[in-house]
Each structure stands twice: as C-alpha cells, then as structure tokens.
C-alpha cells in the first residue's frame, strides 16, 4: 500500500512542467539505446539537426550516462534517462546530466528517489490498478508501455476516461504510421519510440538515416 505522498518542491514541480511542455511541443520522444559511446552524440545531434530536441536514452547498456552526457552538451536539446529501474540510476543520470527520467514499470523506491533528486520522472504502468497507483504516489504523467501490445490508442482512452488528472507518453510498438493515432488521445503528451534510431542503425553510424527519418517525422506532426 502506498505511503504519504510526499509534495513536490516548487523548483521541482516547475522543472517538471518545463520538461512536460517540452515533450508536448516535440510530440515524439526518440528512444535510443547505444553500445558505443562514440556514436552517442552523432545520433543525438542528427535528431537535433532534423528538429526533435527530445531524447531519451536507456541505462541498458554499460555506456549509458556518458552517452548522457554527451548528448547533453548539445545545445538545446532536453536529454532524459530512460529504463530507470532503480535509485541508483536516479542518482546516476543526475549526475550524467539528464533532465528527466523514464521507467518501464512503477516503483515506489525510484519514485521517491527522483523525488528526493528534484528530477522529473515519469514511471511506466500497463493497467488502470497501476496508473491509480502512480497517481497516489503524486506522479501525474506516466509511461504507458508496452502500448501498442496493450491495446494502442484504444486502450489510452479507456484508460484515461476515469483519471481525467492524468497525462501519458505511449511507448511500445508505436512507428511513423501509427504515431498520428496516438496524438489523437488528448492525454497523451508525446509518443516514446525506437524506430528513428534503431539500434543497428545507431551502431553503423547512420546518422544520415536517422536524420532523414527524424525529419520525415517532424514533417508529418507539423
């Protein structure tokens, strides 16, 4: 059973409504897994160039928070940690650099962990029982994963319905022809996805693909 919510400081609390606006006028948030460090910043600023200044990057791999900090030396682009599974990843993508941060599943531990560290963060659910979880625990933006498995943006708007408080990034199975339906939720906020950098692509160092999907992206949402 959840604790006392504890209240989110006024400087936290405003940096969470920066970031959240910044997810909602990007629409997408790239999901990018690297395993070598050197391609980090290539990947991250092809996204930049082609107009998405929103990422995130997992702690699924040994590299993650200097991929973090790598991409955070681009200018203007809001970088967050995703796969944050525990407090230590909080700590750790803080101290990488990372604005926000993105779980998969819904932790009390790691929510009060980001809580403690003043970072946004933004934990995963999958049921209608977790999402009234998380909204007790005081969080109000969640991940919905995996989406597209669980139902896409039918099982969005059901959900939604009997939270009305409460805002989602759908991530999971979503690609360029699909992404239009998922905006169409008034809850969602943005859509995680993995199809404009695919690993193997980030890994062969195409950024001149990444670049062309990301803009083709930026074409349609706009």
Not at 1 to 6: E, S
Not at 10 to 22: K, L, N
Not at 77 to 99: F, H, I, M, Y
Not at 152 to 174: D, E, Q, Y
Request: aromatic share 4%; proline share 8%; charged share 20%.
């Amino acid at each position: 059973m959840a604790g006392p919510v504890t209240p989110m400081a006024q400087p936290a609390a405003d940096a969470e409504r920066h970031i959240v606006e910044s997810l909602r006028r990007a629409r997408v948030l790239p999901v990018l897994t690297v395993t070598d460090l050197r391609t980090a910043a290539g990947a991250c600023q092809a996204l930049a160039d082609a107009g998405l200044r929103c990422v995130e990057i997992t702690y699924r791999t040994a590299c993650a928070d200097e991929a973090i900090a790598a991409a955070s030396r681009i200018p203007g682009l809001v970088v967050g940690a995703g796969t944050v599974v525990d407090a230590e990843q909080v700590s750790a993508a803080v101290r990488a650099g990372a604005r926000f941060g993105v779980a998969p599943g819904l932790s009390e531990d790691v929510v009060a962990a980001a809580r403690e560290a003043g970072l946004p963060f933004f934990p995963g659910v999958a049921t209608p029982s977790e999402a009234d979880h998380a909204r007790r625990l005081g969080c109000r933006v969640l991940k919905v994963f995996p989406a597209a498995p669980l139902g896409g943006p039918a099982f969005l708007r059901s959900v939604a319905a009997p939270f009305p408080g409460l805002r989602f990034i759908p991530t999971g199975g979503i690609n360029a022809a699909t992404i239009g339906q998922y905006l169409e939720v008034p809850a969602v906020v943005a859509c995680g996805g993995s199809w404009l950098c695919e690993p193997d692509l980030v890994a062969a160092g195409r950024f001149d693909e990444i670049r062309r999907r990301a803009a083709a992206t930026v074409a349609v949402l706009t």
